[in-house]
């Protein structure tokens, strides 16, 4: 299993939904579009490496137990967030 697999899979584990897309830039250069939506919140990152895009998601999104039925997603990043 390869390492942005594991991010994958723990995303859709702790209750987000999740999607990706690349593209190319006006230079011809690939880029990738992640997005990750749960608990009331949204992010989306754009990176140059699928694994570099994943990794800046997964460090946007903290999941934070604090107690019994409490919002459980904190945030650490200026990423975009949609509403």
């Known amino acids: 299993m390869k390492y ?4 994958t899979d723990n995303l859709s584990k702790a209750g987000w939904g999740w999607g990706w897309v690349s593209a190319l830039d006006i ?3 690939t ?3 992640v997005d990750a939506h749960g608990y009331g919140k949204c992010f989306v ?3 140059d490496e699928k ?3 994943l990794v800046e998601l ?3 999104i ?4 604090l107690k019994p039925n409490a919002n ?10 949609c509403n």
Do not use: D
């Open 51 to 53: 694994l570099t895009v």
């Open 62 to 65: 903290v999941i934070v137990p």
């Open 58 to 60: 997964e460090s946007a």
């Open 31 to 33: 880029i990738w579009i």
């Open 45 to 47: 990152v754009r990176a």
């Open 27 to 29: 230079e011809g250069r």
């Open 4 to 7: 942005w697999e594991i991010i």
């Open 72 to 81: 459980l997603v904190s945030f650490k990043s200026t990423r975009a967030t």
